[in-house]
């Protein structure tokens, strides 16, 4: 949640540079943003504003009219105070000493201000960053280095944080559970930092990572500290693979269509893995005493189709919990558990948190992750990339098949068949290939139309399908923003189906396998009180008012089902005219608790 990005190099724009590389960022926040430039003669100028950064065309001239090197910038997902202009970062001191900028959550704030307040700092916001700038001047006459890590000691919860201030030339930033990585363009002697590698793909893909509990500071070069040891340490340089042009929209008015669309390469590439890799991991949940998956949202429900997919597959009792929720079951976790973590950005707070906790107790971590450069792939003891490419859109799509593939590789490997899963899940990639063409999408725009303005919307589905119920339940959700909610089939008779009325819209998941003849009576029952039944399947049926047909591919259905729905929600955004990749009251990465 929330994105940074900051120059310092030789070019005289920085501002611009900045502006242009957090617009990259705007899909972590997107509620209010602000930038300040230090000028040639030393001037540290704000600008800042309520609403999305692509807004925006250019800088105030205060900014931009006499050269300025370093420049840091920052578009918010407010958590502590309302989205105002007042509440939007960088924040700074009264004589504009120090400012910066902070992605993450100062928890014990409150004392903090109070503490400051009572020095004499006067706050302009209602944020818990805003004391980190006081924090920092509290002791600048020491350096501005200094003065930051005599802040940080003094901080309680997750940070990522940028400084600069008058008197100095340099940036200073560190992090602890919130993302920051330090891109490098040796040739010409630049430096970025960024949330998110994307942002700077343009000038370099030359990356430094800053782990947790570490510092940077980029003045005449780059130079990285641990601030428990208080230690200088060595970085490596690291070349990404992504290109500029994959973060990019290209043709597509939305990220979320281009995503969805990608789908025909993306399950290829995730697919692809290294053999030895899948087995390891399939040894080391057959050697487990306990298995057990996390993840939230939509690579949460991934989890859960993760616990029927080795019932059937590998005939092995999987657990699944909500990374938020795993805190309860830690009294019953050993150096004999396993935990395989999914998440598409590696950064997920509540995932996080779960891991860090289980690794106290000894637990091995296996993480499924699209952000190789993440938090969540650095701490975990084996990693497996779904190498979707960046997912920018916040509706999760592409990586939420490829994580359902990579759960596949790993039943069929547990059961020694991998080579088996492999057949299917190629198939199924030739099949979304013939599936996702433009025909497609307009057929189901067609049925968008007819729902567009329904109160509500239900989807059911058993077995393998029920989880890609509420999968479906959440994407319509959040960029629809119509009611919608999962079940599994045979629960709607238990109280749900109370709720059906005349023409309520039930979607249908209907797999071709055991399943179907149960989950069709279920529909039926919904259709006798004047439902109206959308059957996502792929045999039509005379009670469906509108069929999407989809292809029959067996253990594989979760990752053809969930498509078709996709395609949906990002029709019903367009024809309510909702912005799909920027769903309101949301953000990618969920960095916060
Ligand atoms: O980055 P992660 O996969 O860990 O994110 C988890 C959820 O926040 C995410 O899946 C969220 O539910 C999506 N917006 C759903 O489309």
Redesign the pocket.
């Known amino acids: 949640m929330c994105g940074i990005f900051a120059y310092f190099g030789p070019k005289d724009n920085a501002g611009e540079l900045v502006l242009e590389g957090l617009k990259k960022l705007e899909y972590r926040g997107y509620d209010s943003w602000g930038i300040v430039c230090k000028n040639e003669d030393g001037e540290t100028i704000i600008e800042k504003h309520v609403g999305k950064i692509s807004d925006a065309n250019e800088l105030r001239p205060e900014l931009t009219e006499k050269p300025s090197h370093i420049a840091i910038g920052h578009s918010r997902w407010a958590t502590h105070g309302g989205v105002t202009e007042a509440n939007a970062h960088p924040h700074t001191t009264e004589n504009m000493d120090v400012t910066i900028v902070h992605n993450g959550i100062l928890e014990n704030y409150l004392e903090l201000r109070k503490e400051l307040q009572e020095k004499g700092h006067k706050f302009t916001s209602e944020t818990d960053t805003e004391v980190f700038a006081h924090l920092i001047e509290e002791n600048i006459d020491k350096g501005l280095e200094e003065a930051f890590k005599l802040a940080l000691e003094k901080a309680e919860g997750r940070y990522a944080l940028l400084a600069i201030t008058k008197d100095e030339n340099k940036i200073v930033a560190a992090r602890r559970g919130s993302p920051l990585i330090v891109g490098i363009n040796k040739e010409n002697k630049e430096y970025f930092i960024a949330s998110d590698i994307p942002a700077f793909l343009k000038h370099t893909n030359n990356v430094m990572y800053l782990d947790d509990e570490q510092m940077v500071v980029l003045n005449d070069g780059v130079k990285f500290f641990d601030l428990k040891t208080d230690q200088p340490i060595e970085k490596r340089i690291v070349e990404i693979e992504w290109d500029e042009q994959s973060a990019e929209k290209g043709n597509f008015e939305y990220f979320m269509l281009k995503e969805i669309t990608e789908q025909k390469e993306t399950l290829a590439r995730a697919i692809n893995q290294d053999d030895d890799l899948i087995r390891e991991v399939a040894q080391a949940i057959n050697g487990a005493f306990g298995t057990y998956i996390i ?5 949460g429900k991934v989890g859960m189709v993760g616990t029927y997919l080795f019932s059937h597959i590998a005939k092995k009792h999987i657990n699944f919990m909500f990374g938020s929720e795993f805190g309860s079951f830690l009294p019953f976790m050993t150096d004999k558990s396993l935990m395989i973590a ?7 707070a509540d ?1 996080l948190e779960a891991i860090e906790e289980a690794k106290k107790k000894g637990v091995k971590i296996v993480s499924i992750v699209n952000v190789e450069s993440s938090t969540m792939a650095r701490i975990s003891d084996i990693v497996i990339p779904i190498k979707a490419g960046p997912e920018k859109a ?3 799509t592409k ?1 939420t098949t490829s994580q359902i593939a990579i759960l596949e590789l790993l039943a069929y490997a547990c059961a020694g068949k991998l080579d088996e899963g492999k057949k299917l899940l190629v198939e199924t990639a030739s099949q979304i290939n013939d599936m996702l063409n433009p025909r497609y999408e307009q057929y189901i725009r067609k049925l968008a139309e007819k729902i567009k303005d329904v109160e509500s919307m239900y989807i059911i589905g058993k077995d393998l399908n029920y989880p890609m119920a509420l999968e479906a339940a ?2 319509l959700q ?1 960029v629809s923003y119509i009611h919608a909610e999962g079940f599994a089939g045979g629960e709607l008779k238990h109280g749900p189906i109370a709720l059906i009325s005349e023409g309520t819209p039930c979607i249908a998941l209907i797999a071709n396998d055991h399943t179907k003849q149960e989950t069709l009576s279920n529909a039926i029952e919904v259709k006798a009180r004047g439902g109206y039944i959308i059957g996502v399947s792929p045999q039509n049926n005379e009670n469906f008012d509108f069929w999407i047909k989809v292809p029959d591919a067996g253990m594989a259905s979760p990752i053809i089902s969930i498509i078709p729905i996709q395609i949906l929600a990002y029709q019903l955004a367009i024809l309510r005219e909702n912005n799909p990749d920027m769903p309101r009251n ?1 953000a ?3 960095t916060v608790k």
């Open positions: 993840g939230c949202g939509t690579a999914i998440s598409q950005s590696g950064e997920t995932t916040v509706a999760s990586a959440i994407k959040e949301l990618k990465s969920v």
